[in-house]
């Protein structure tokens, strides 16, 4: 399936990619280096070839993240912000697949945050329930744990893309997982995980 790429942010286009290099309307790179606090250099990313890869990754993230934080309709009272972004390799990680499409962009997390800044595990589930209907993906992940040091639930949403050449020629599969401290839920179906009293 070729996807149509707005030529404005077609990262094809955009000569030397740097985090100013804008995605969509007002996204840059800069969003996906890191999470809150723990940014991410984009200047480990040595080649602009490479740059360029990350960039296309990237955006097709922001075409998601725009879906959502775009529909007023039907999430007006949530917004989707990245959790775990651009990832820096480190020696220990060479060998994990899942930490390699963290550092090219293939895979981002995300939370969804409602209006008064807390994770709203219910808009979560409802996001990536419209997600998986609404955008192609390679997989996509609803990954609950209660490891906080409570012992309250938190929830957070992968999207992973596939490799994605310059002709934005991609294979969709359109995998869909459910996770609870790292151990499958469910394969194939999103399930609601709610907190127990």
Do not use: C, W
């Not at 740059?51 to 999430?75: K, P």
């Not at 989707?80 to 293939?106: F, H, P, W």
């Amino acid at each position: 399936m070729i996807i149509l790429v707005d030529p404005v942010y077609n990262p094809n286009n955009q000569g030397q990619i740097t985090s100013a290099t804008k995605l969509g309307p007002g996204v840059t790179i800069a969003k996906f280096l890191g999470a809150y606090g723990d940014k991410t250099p984009f200047n480990h990313v040595v080649t602009n070839t490479a740059r360029q890869q990350i960039a296309r990754h990237l955006y097709l993230q922001a075409e998601a993240m725009r879906i959502i934080n775009g529909n007023t309709a039907n999430f007006n009272d949530v917004r989707m912000v990245v959790s775990e972004g651009l990832y820096k390799l480190r020696e220990g990680d060479l060998n994990d697949i899942t930490m390699q499409k963290k550092a090219d962009g293939r895979l981002v997390y995300y939370q969804v945050i409602d209006q008064e800044g807390k994770i709203s595990l219910e808009k979560t589930f409802d996001v990536a329930e419209y997600l998986k209907d609404y955008i192609k993906f390679k997989a996509l992940y609803l990954d609950y744990d209660n490891y906080n040091p409570d012992g309250s639930l938190t929830a957070q949403i992968g999207i992973e893309f596939p490799t994605t050449p310059e002709s934005f020629d991609i294979l969709f599969d359109g995998k869909v997982e459910t996770y609870f401290n790292n151990h499958l839920q469910s394969k194939n179906e999103l399930v609601e995980i709610e907190e127990s009293d």
